[in-house]
């Protein structure tokens, strides 16, 4: 694209013996080209810098350059560094305002022939963006297809993906690669609507730009959204310390994007680096599974990586894989739902154990005195006839409590969840 912007360019500058530069809508520089007369301080700054100062920026605005149609004139501004005048033009591409040409020139004065030049480099201007549009559109869907079939159960699929990916050229398939899922979850249950699955897709495509081209692939799903990362492995540092470092950073970026009064938290989970793009599922299932646990627990970091999962890793499988064989434990399903009418033996029980039996901490923790937990203990003792003293009864009682969360019958720690659990989480 910026060599066909940069031969029309030179071909007006030849044509009016001027100065010309083509900008974005910003005024970030895509080409520009010589001419023996030189250039006035702006331009000049403009061409160093490769985008116009704010104080350009400004006086574009209030002459009210965006909304011109046809050839206009932006007058001189010493103050500014822009000595001479410009006639410009805006190129439309889609009816959306894309590009301007700036002609430096001596004379405001501008004859009805160079006028026409002007707004029909302006048209040609528009007519390459529209077609890389095009190339866009179709370079974004195949990168799709090849994704969803990259990510498929079906290995022949994924092989044929590879190959496909590889004769595109627009991914490197020979670096190991990871993926980060970013799950946003709103406090009011609502899922994700058309406006904030477009606001995720531009998110990532901003995430993408900060890594260098062909390193990145990016997917939006029904509920959530993925990034691929491939990276050599240099050894400096772990591979997986700096995929989780960036997954945090774009969950900030992602969670910015969506709607501002607040009402979706973003969940990271990042899976394992495979050298092998075949095996790329392997990771996505762990991102996923990562971010599934982080938002139903509550009680992680927002970024979290498969390796830091633990046991939890184990049991949201069994969730996953195996929901109907997962049934709770009769006496803490007893607890369960005493907690909904306000009686919080199941949370009692799980901060004691989640501090590993220690009194003085977990009594702490529930703000009680420790005769009142001790209390509370034996309470829990008598509904659910699991003994507190015993390993075995200890470790049912542990995993029983988190497995719930797991599975929504628990919301985490002081949020309300409603429909963020893992059973109520596909691949979409």
Request: glycine share 8%; net charge neutral; aromatic share 4%.
């Amino acid at each position: 694209m910026i060599a066909e912007l940069q031969r029309i360019a030179d071909r007006l500058g030849a044509a009016l013996d001027r100065p010309v530069a083509i900008d974005d809508m910003q005024l970030r520089q895509y080409v520009y080209t010589y001419h023996p007369s030189g250039n006035d301080p702006a331009r000049e700054q403009a061409i160093l810098r490769r985008h116009a100062g704010p104080d350009i920026l400004r006086w574009t605005a209030v002459h009210r350059a965006q909304e011109r149609r046809g050839a206009f004139l932006l007058p001189a501004n010493p103050a500014i560094g822009m000595t001479c005048p410009r006639w410009g033009a805006v190129a439309r591409a889609g009816g959306k305002a894309v590009a301007y040409i700036w002609v430096q020139v001596d004379d405001p004065e501008l004859s009805e022939q160079r006028r026409r030049r002007i707004e029909a480099a302006a048209e040609s201007v528009a007519e390459v963006f529209q077609r890389q549009r095009h190339i866009d559109e179709l370079r974004s869907l195949s990168e799709r297809e090849s994704l969803i079939r990259l990510l498929s159960d079906d290995a022949e699929a994924r092989v044929r993906a590879v190959e496909r990916i590889a004769d595109a050229d627009i991914f490197r398939h020979e670096w190991p690669a990871a993926v980060a899922v970013f799950l946003p979850v709103s406090g009011t249950g609502a899922g994700l609507g058309e406006a904030e699955r477009s606001s995720l897709s531009a998110a990532l495509e901003s995430v993408r730009m900060a890594l260098p081209s062909r390193q990145t692939l990016s997917l939006v799903r029904q509920n959530h959204g993925l990034l691929v990362m491939a990276r050599p492995d240099d050894g400096a540092v772990p591979r997986h310390t700096l995929d989780q470092r960036f997954a945090e950073t774009a969950r900030e970026k992602i969670e910015l994007a969506l709607p501002a009064d607040g009402s979706f938290i973003v969940w990271a989970g990042v899976g394992c680096a495979y050298p092998q793009l075949t095996e790329l599922v392997s990771s996505y299932r762990e991102a996923l599974r990562g971010a599934q646990v982080a938002a139903s627990l509550g009680s992680m970091a927002r970024t979290v990586h498969h390796t830091g999962l633990g046991v939890y890793s184990r049991i949201a499988q069994l969730v996953n894989d195996q929901p109907e064989e997962v049934v709770l434990h009769p006496g803490i399903r007893l607890l369960i739902d005493r907690e909904s009418t306000g009686a919080p033996l199941a949370e009692t029980l799980e901060v004691f154990l989640d501090n590993a039996g220690d009194v003085a901490r977990s009594a702490q923790r529930l703000h009680l005195h420790r005769a009142s937990l001790y209390g509370r203990l034996r309470r829990i003792e008598e509904i659910t006839g699991l003994d507190l003293g015993n390993g075995n009864d200890r470790l049912v009682a542990h995993l029983e409590l988190k497995l719930a969360r797991l599975m929504r019958l628990r919301t985490p720690y002081g949020t309300d969840t409603t429909g963020t659990g893992i059973s109520a989480l596909g691949d979409a």
